[in-house]
């Protein structure tokens, strides 16, 4: 496969097959037409999806073969559409779910897009200072034999590191970045480092109000198809990425299934905040769950903007404050020196 099947490929892929069927073209002939317009990435799926079809296979065990690119949620609803004989009106559904939630982690993304700017471009001028500018700049301090204050000779010291030891300063960076990535994979550390992100000012409320979309979004949306509310929580808890929240909706799809209701399940958790319980009885009584999750999931969406806003605004004077230190002792570093030479003549 050239390349890594993206997200915005599945969505596209997706909303394409969804125009195409509600249109009365043939599965196998929206695909063959798929597969042609497909990007690189996705042809060898869409072939080889393609080919099951035409093989006597149906199109949700075709997807499942490729758990990599159609998730277990994806999979789950394309079979109910498929059983039900609404699969026009399920992939319709999942694009316009796909979409928004697609809309969503961009607005996310594009917000952290200038903080990221302005620390690439920090570290950029600290590199060039330190690499190129300031090792000249103390060679004529130590030639004319200035006593080095204390900032100098750390920023020297520093420099020469990197400059004449470059290569270690990368075997340390690569092997703590791995180490890190290797002790945040381990299962048994996951509850604690996931509490740990919860508790973040700013950051913690985004991220739970992230989880609290997707978990209300997909929900919904499964529910909408006619999928069992129990079946439902099971699909929908190994697409939370939070271990948290996979084992408060394992433990509420087990006492669902023993006939106690959603609202009550989620009210004793302690994880969820209060409207979404007293919603989900409404629409528990109401009969409309699937109607009352997506309301539900535009407010959590509302609130991620503002945490958003939130973490940017918090941010910004943050990156100022940290710049400015940064700043401030490159210039004492270089400029007391400047002072010390004066003084000798």
Do not use: C
Request: hydrophobic share 50%.
């Amino acid at each position: 496969m050239l390349g890594r099947v993206s997200s915005n490929d599945v969505v596209n892929f997706t909303r394409q097959l969804a125009t195409m069927i509600t249109a009365g073209l043939p599965l196998t002939d929206a695909l063959s037409i798929l597969e042609i317009q497909s990007r690189p990435a996705l042809v060898k799926v869409v072939g080889e999806v393609s080919r099951e079809i035409e093989g006597g296979g149906n199109l949700a065990d075709a997807l499942g073969k490729h758990p990599q690119v159609f998730d277990k949620v994806y999979v789950s609803l394309i079979k109910a559409g498929e059983s039900a004989g609404v699969l026009d009106r399920v992939l319709s559904r999942l694009a316009d779910n796909l979409e928004k939630q697609r809309d969503f982690n961009n607005k996310v993304k594009g917000a952290m897009v200038y903080p990221i700017i302005i620390v690439i471009g920090m570290g950029i001028v600290g590199a060039i200072m330190i690499i190129f500018v300031l090792p000249k700049m103390l060679a004529v301090y130590q030639d004319f034999q200035a006593e080095l204050p204390a900032p100098t000779k750390i920023l020297l010291g520093f420099s020469n590191f990197i400059t004449n030891f470059w290569y270690l300063a990368l075997i340390i960076a690569v092997a703590l970045i791995g180490g890190l990535t290797f002790v945040m994979r381990k299962p048994e550390l996951r509850p604690y480092l996931d509490q740990f992100y919860f508790r973040l000012p700013v950051i913690g409320t985004l991220k739970k109000n992230i989880i609290l979309t997707e978990f209300t979004r997909t929900l919904s949306l499964l529910i909408s198809t006619g999928i069992l509310i129990v079946e439902a929580l099971n699909i929908v808890e190994h697409s939370m990425g939070n271990s948290i929240y996979e084992k408060t909706i394992k433990e509420a799809a087990v006492e669902v299934e023993k006939g106690i209701p959603l609202a009550d399940t989620l009210a004793r958790s302690g994880v969820f905040p209060p409207i979404l319980p007293q919603m989900v009885s409404v629409g528990e009584e109401t009969g409309k769950l699937d109607e009352v999750l997506s309301r539900v999931s535009s407010y959590f969406e509302q609130e991620a903007d503002v945490a958003v806003k939130g973490l940017t605004t918090a941010l910004e004077p943050l990156i100022m404050i940290v710049l400015g230190v940064g700043v401030g002792f490159l210039i004492i570093a270089v400029i007391m020196p400047i002072y010390n030479l004066t003084s000798k003549f």
